[in-house]
């Protein structure tokens, strides 16, 4: 029998692992933290082309050269070559995020230890990735990894921000990790003793949240009796209350949808509409800034205010008790659903913007520096009932008599007048297109044009602090009757809506489709986004308008 020349695989394998022991090594290494992140605050990704050995070892080099103590930035030779390594994969589209949090932790030694190091473009990165903490880019990744991305970006707002708005975008996703509490945030080698008790005394203190976005403030809370102290501006600008100091009495005169709060530095008495309220703690001066105890100034206008203690954070929202069984919003979002989406605003939201500095201003400028020229609470009420009743339906009611009634000769006399006339406008072709929307709609004429803008000033005036959100639901409630009584869906409304905003603009669409014209694409759209679609429920035709309890 002939002798087999050949030796066994698993034989071979062995030999030659045990002669070139290198051939063992993997292609990637057992990735560690450096020394100054603990095991259970750092995370590995698997994949991550940081794990290469040629990466890794540059790695290590640039953490070597970042020392704690005086660091000359210029010599950071390793460190530069870390810089260049790719921290965008082409095949995946997406961020390496191993690679990105080794890059950032590097900069952490930096940015904790040298005065003139500023933030690189890697927390930049890192923080745009996490904007979001829910977003689908972090799909697929372990809490450990989560937890340890969301924590040194934190840490590094922290360090560079101080305690702020920007600092507690991040608290509520790391608040859903049991290991989590605002001290381990301070509790690092990165911080002196002095920061760690600098910026627990702010935590301590809390933040202010307006409908579950923290406010934005010039001067950290601070705590009085158990209460959380903040600059007057940032919760009642944030309520569209106008504010106002008057030196002679040193008082503080907050006025909002029709309310007066007035409060005096170093005094425990208020005022709200002439009523006295014992607080119990005064508003006082720091900083040449006046500070008010968060708690009274929300509630004294209407708001539901509750202390987060998990979270260290005051919550501030709308009272909606007094709409309870009402389905008015319900009718406001779909019928200001347009203006909203034009104008970069929310139309799941009631009232369009969120509360804030930002968006009160924003609505003013749709109140009172547009065209609407609506400065004040009673201007609103009677631009909305006005124009819910009569509006721009009135005018279409009348070209609609004049088409029907006069002659060509007399259409050509009225343009050629008209022509004459700079201060007025009317192309020819609305004669036929006033025929055509007479004849189609009939007696609704172009109603929902008229009703749809009501929803957006109500909404406004809302956040814009004219109105309570009962107020702005009761203004609504006639626009939305009349909305319920003479459609049956929201494209037939949309429908309505369209034909009355090109009639009003005078766009020449007599021989187009009303679904292909910009704003018909854009309700198309919206009906096409699982976020807003839920809005136009066609069941609320069926129900009619629920309104407000009695």
């Not at 919760?235 to 002679?248: I, T």
Request: include cysteine; proline fraction near 5%.
């Amino acid at each position: 029998m002939k002798r087999n020349s050949f030796l066994p695989l698993s034989l071979v394998l062995a030999l030659l692992l045990a002669l070139f022991p290198a051939a063992r090594a993997a292609d990637s290494v057992t990735p560690t933290p450096p020394d100054w992140v603990p095991a259970e605050e750092y995370a590995v990704f698997e994949g991550s082309a940081a794990y290469t050995p040629e990466n890794w070892e540059t790695i290590l080099q640039a953490r070597s050269e970042v020392a704690w103590g005086a660091i000359n930035l210029g010599a950071l030779t390793q460190r530069r070559a870390f810089d260049a390594l790719p921290t965008y994969n082409k095949e995946t589209k997406g961020y390496d995020l191993g690679m990105l949090l080794e890059m950032a932790l590097i900069e952490t030694r930096l940015l904790y230890t040298h005065d003139s190091y500023v933030n690189g473009p890697y927390w930049t990165t890192l923080s745009v990735y996490l904007k979001s903490p829910d977003s689908e880019l972090l799909d697929g990744l372990t809490d450990q990894q989560r937890y340890a991305l969301l924590l040194w970006v934190a840490r590094d707002t922290l360090r560079s921000q101080g305690v702020g708005a920007a600092l507690y975008e991040w608290l509520p996703a790391l608040s859903q990790y049991p290991q989590f509490s605002p001290e381990v945030l301070i509790r690092s080698a990165i911080f002196s003793e002095e920061e760690q008790a600098e910026y627990g005394a702010d935590l301590a203190a809390g933040w202010v949240y307006l409908d579950g976005a923290p406010l934005d403030m010039d001067l950290p809370p601070e705590v009085r009796n158990e209460r959380t102290m903040v600059p007057i501006r940032a919760v009642a600008e944030a309520l569209g209350a106008d504010v106002e100091w008057v030196a002679d009495t040193q008082q503080i005169v907050m006025t909002r949808a029709g309310s007066t709060v007035i409060m005096t530095l170093d005094q425990t008495a208020a005022t709200v509409d002439g009523q006295t309220i014992q607080m119990d703690v005064a508003p006082y001066a720091t900083e040449g800034r006046t500070l008010i105890p968060a708690r009274y100034v929300a509630e004294f206008f209407g708001q539901t205010v509750n202390w987060n203690g998990e979270a260290r954070r005051v919550d501030i929202t709308e009272d909606r008790t007094a709409a309870e069984g009402s389905n008015l919003e319900a009718w406001a979002l779909p019928m200001g659903a347009m203006l909203a989406q034009i104008n970069g605003g929310d139309p799941t939201l009631f009232g369009t913007y969120p509360r804030s500095a930002k968006g009160v201003k924003r609505c003013h400028g749709f109140l009172d520096g547009g065209s609407w020229s609506i400065p004040d609470r009673d201007d609103l009420a009677q631009t909305v009932l006005s124009m819910t009743f009569y509006g721009h339906n009135a005018s279409f009611y009348a070209a609609a008599a004049d088409a029907r009634t006069l002659t060509d000769a007399e259409k050509a006399a009225m343009n050629a007048q008209i022509a004459n006339n700079p201060g007025y406008d009317w192309p020819e072709y609305m004669w036929d297109y006033t025929q055509k929307l007479d004849q189609k709609w009939g007696d609704r004429g172009i109603l929902c044009w008229d009703l749809f803008r009501m929803s957006n000033l109500v909404q406004w005036g809302y956040t814009a602090g004219y109105v309570t959100y009962e107020e702005a639901l009761a203004l609504l409630e006639p626009a939305a009757t009349l909305l319920a009584d003479n459609f049956s869906s929201w494209d037939e409304a949309y429908e309505n809506y369209l034909d009355g905003y090109n009639w009003w603009a005078k766009n020449n669409v007599l021989d187009k489709d009303i679904w292909e014209t910009p704003r018909g694409k854009t309700y198309q759209q919206m009906k096409a986004d699982p976020a807003i679609a839920p809005i136009f429920d066609d069941t609320l035709f069926q129900t009619g308008v629920i309104g407000l309890p009695e």
